[in-house]
């Protein structure tokens, strides 16, 4: 089970340094610093998918829930993916050594 958090979380850090990588490219190439929202990144996966979570937190979930989908989706996608890998990591602890 450890494994698994362990190998969950060392995806979502190599996640997040990608994400973090391709906005440094980004920035170098227009000049100014540009981070990409977790929003841009799911539209541009799969076009208006963001709008049809927005909408279903909007029409499913209580006000403050929505408004957290909301502001999940603003916030920078590297950051998001680095953070939840770092507390991944940090739950699934370090491997005991067996004597």
Known sequence: MMIGFRVLALCLIVFAL???GADALSSLQHGT???HSLAQLLDAAAPHAAHGIRTWAADVLPGPLARLVHGLLASWAW???GVAGVLIAFVSGRPRLRA
């Open 33 to 35: 610093i540009r981070l």
């Open 18 to 20: 990608l994400f973090l």
């Open 79 to 81: 950051a998001l993916f």
